[in-house]
T-cell receptor
Framework: EAEVAQSPRYKITEKSQAVAFWCDPI?????LYWYRQILGQGPELLVQ????????DSQLPKDRFSAERLKGVDSTLKIQPAELGDSAMYLC??????????????FGPGTRLLVL | RKEVEQDPGPFNVPEGATVAFNCTYS??????FFWYRQDCRKEPKLLMS???SGNEDGRFTAQLNRASQYISLLIRDSKLSDSATYLC????????????FGQGTELSVKP
């Protein structure tokens, strides 16, 4: 069964350092999402890509977060500088694309970030 | 008001019990609704979509009440393996497939 891949699975960093997370969606999935999940809460969308274009980054803290999907396949999410409040699970999801029957999102295992 | 609100947890039930989770959403134009399951320290996984007419998948039944903007999930004959957090999820209209998650309701099924 095809899966969304993410790495690293765990990351510990000190505040003010830079961190980067990588996601490889299910093959053929045009839409890619990055979510942040704080402990005890549901995931919240940070950024959504349709192929290589950003569709929604309204909740992305652009002063420190950046995301790219240069070839419309895999994606990188970067935080620089990391702050204590960034400690969370970062989840990547993908779907075939817009449209009623293609919208099911499949999640990767996530990257658990701890900022000290 | 949060876009998606769920019953606060945790729910602690014995094996074999029937348990129901409730969820309300604020955007009346929302068209798609889901329940996701999330095990501790794992990613969310789609449990079931919720259709207007209600739908059933084995021991799980989902209901949608558009007039009240209310979604429910019923689990019958609960198993130890049902212990997880259940996330109510709404796909608001005209937002390119964006999902809005509730905070989740934790279920613990005890022997």
């Amino acid at each position: 069964e095809a899966e969304v891949a993410q790495s690293p699975r765990y990351k510990i960093t000190e505040k003010s350092q830079a961190v980067a997370f990588w996601c490889d969606p299910i093959s053929g999935h045009a839409t890619l999402y990055w979510y942040r999940q704080i402990l005890g809460q549901g995931p919240e969308l940070l950024v959504q890509f349709q192929d290589e274009s950003v569709v929604d980054d309204s909740q992305l803290p652009k002063d420190r977060f950046s995301a790219e999907r240069l070839k419309g396949v895999d994606s990188t999410l970067k935080i620089q500088p990391a702050e204590l409040g960034d400690s969370a699970m970062y989840l990547c999801a993908s779907s075939l694309g817009p449209g009623k029957r293609q919208e099911t999102q499949y999640f990767g295992p996530g990257t658990r970030l701890l900022v000290l | 008001r949060k876009e998606v609100e769920q019953d606060p947890g945790p729910f602690n039930v014995p094996e074999g019990a029937t348990v129901a989770f409730n969820c309300t959403y604020s955007n009346s134009a929302s068209q798609s609704f889901f329940w996701y399951r999330q095990d501790c320290r794992k990613e969310p996984k789609l449990l079931m979509s919720v259709y207007s007419s209600g739908n059933e998948d084995g021991r799980f039944t989902a209901q949608l009440n558009r007039a009240s903007q209310y979604i429910s999930l019923l689990i019958r004959d609960s198993k130890l393996s049902d212990s997880a957090t259940y996330l109510c999820v709404v796909n608001p209209p005209n937002q390119g497939g964006k999902l809005i998650f509730g905070q989740g309701t934790e279920l613990s099924v005890k022997p």
